[in-house]
């Protein structure tokens, strides 16, 4: 079935080339967009057709929406996938999109605006009987406020921009000593990235589960949910490793969690696919907020479900009836995505951009990979430093995790510095194996402090793990010494 003739990707990289293969084996002609910096990128290589937007800095080109609006009239596109990031979460983006009559790959804009801001979705969820993280009503009106709220719900506490995204602009307080400063902080931090500088406060969970829904509504009143994945494994409160379904889950929970999700999707009059992000603690969960568009994890939920999810957001985009209800939905098996970025897990995962001189991903059973770079390829500064999303599935989770070390092991990245031996550290790790993760699993199981001790030779232990297919064994050597160490640190 083909719902659009031609469709514009705006967007770049591993998304941009996820949405087109969509689009490819739907007859739909795709049109990308790219900046200056961009200009031999694969997602342009990929598409039928490609336009330059602008320049490298993103406001100039992947977030200029009158000129993106523009290439979309003049290649004659009817409808606009915004993928990830950039202007996939941006509401006057979606309805520029409607008033010019161009298809919006996503939720009607109202539920993107309402949904933008942290906190009025959760006084919609607090009014629609979802369980809410304890904490201010509304964005924080004074100091006095912030501080009986403080003491009321206990320390610590963590401030939060309303407009926020990525982590940025979080500050987690000890004490009221240090509320004020943490504060003023945040409002600084969210007036220059979000323009907006209200922010509020919530208690901060010790030690919580990132459990989220995938959900999907269409636009005649349906919506199912395609199960949750487990997102804890963070640094700087972002996403490094997830998994599906998570492995606390139980048909219990998993049936009062959907149920909550369902209910944020139809408070918010949703259509199209959206995740419902909870913090799970000590058998409590908590919405935080809903994301309005495609994930960088829904690869796993495809794993698990069988279901293409860019497929169906064009179909229901194309305003079918989503082709699929509750019952006909099952978990098969389980899947793991390993973010494999360029970056220093040992120097604060700052990013190392750069020229990939060597590559070559791994492939066989179970085993999928997006990717926008290749051999060659110059990781630029200005984009974000992801290399590829490595996943795997298979039908336990024991066997999932033993099929992810295989894949890391025959991964070949060199020129940068990658995230590779923490996945494949992480992948060995006891704690991790029993699924005993939460979102301070990083910097609790000493698995940064323990690479830090293989500093000395950092450049060639980097070219090694990352190395050739003969160098698994060399992983397995040093991830034991890891392991070893975490287990002295704990009897210690
Ligand atoms: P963003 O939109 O900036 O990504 P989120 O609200 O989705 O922020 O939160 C991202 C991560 O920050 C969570 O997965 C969790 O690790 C941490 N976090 C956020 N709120 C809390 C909280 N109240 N208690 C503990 N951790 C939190």
């Not at 992947?62 to 996939?88: Q, T, W």
């Not at 049936?255 to 209910?263: D, G, K, N, P």
């Not at 990939?356 to 051999?375: A, F, L, N």
């Amino acid at each position: 079935m083909k719902f659009f003739e031609k469709l514009l990707v705006a967007n770049r990289g591993e998304i941009a080339i996820r949405i087109m293969r969509a689009c490819r084996e739907l007859d739909i002609e795709t049109v990308a967009i790219y900046s200056t910096a961009d200009k031999n990128a694969l997602h342009v290589r990929y598409a039928d057709e490609a336009f330059q937007v602008g320049e490298a800095h993103p406001s100039k080109s992947y977030l200029n929406m009158e000129r993106i609006i523009d290439i979309v009239k003049k290649s004659g596109a009817e409808a606009v996938h915004p993928g990830y990031g950039f202007l996939a979460e941006n509401a006057n983006f979606a309805r520029l999109c409607q008033e010019e009559n161009v298809t919006f790959v996503g939720p009607r804009w109202q539920t993107i605006k309402a949904m933008g801001s942290k906190v009025g979705s959760k006084q919609l969820m607090r009014d629609n009987g979802v369980p809410v993280v304890p904490g201010t009503d509304g964005g924080l009106k004074s100091l006095d406020e912030a501080k009986k709220v403080a003491a009321e719900i206990g320390y610590p506490v963590i401030v939060k921009a309303s407009a926020g995204g990525g982590g940025i602009g979080m500050q987690i307080v000890n004490d009221e000593k240090a509320l004020e400063e943490a504060i003023l902080a945040s409002q600084r931090i969210a007036q220059s990235a979000f323009g907006d500088a209200t922010v509020f406060i919530e208690k901060y969970l010790v030690k919580p589960r990132h459990i989220e829904f995938q959900v999907f509504a269409d636009e005649h009143g349906n919506a199912v949910h395609l199960f949750e994945r487990e997102c804890s494994i963070q640094r700087r409160h972002q996403k490094l490793v997830e998994e599906a379904p998570s492995p606390v889950m139980t048909p219990e929970l998993r049936e009062r969690m959907a149920e909550s999700a369902l209910r944020v999707a139809k408070a918010s009059n949703y259509s199209n696919a959206g995740t419902v992000e909870f913090l799970y603690s000590n058998g409590n969960y908590y919405f935080m907020e809903m994301n309005t568009r495609l994930q960088v994890e829904h690869t796993i939920t495809e794993f698990i479900t069988g279901i293409d999810i860019v497929k169906n957001q064009l179909a229901v985009a194309a305003g079918e009836t989503l082709p699929f209800e509750q019952d006909d939905l099952r978990i098969r098996g389980h899947a793991i995505e390993c973010r494999i970025n360029a970056e220093d897990p040992l120097n604060n995962f700052q990013a190392d951009p750069g020229k990939i001189v060597r590559y070559r991903s791994p492939g066989g059973p179970g085993i999928r990979i997006d990717s926008g770079v290749h051999m060659g390829y110059t990781i630029s500064p200005i984009y974000d430093s992801m290399i590829s999303k490595l996943c795997a599935w298979d039908s336990t989770r024991p066997d999932v995790i033993r099929r992810m070390r295989r894949a890391i092991s025959e991964y070949i990245i060199m020129g940068v510095k990658t995230t590779l031996p923490l996945h494949y550290a992480i992948m060995n790790n006891q704690q991790y194996m029993e699924g005993n993760t939460h979102t301070h699993f990083l910097q609790e199981e000493h698995i940064l402090n323990t690479l830090e001790r293989y500093k000395r030779d950092e450049e060639t232990r980097m070219q090694t793990l990352a190395g050739s297919f003969d160098q698994g064994k060399k992983i397995a050597a040093i991830t034991a010494a890891v392991n070893t160490y975490i287990q002295q640190k704990k009897k210690s």
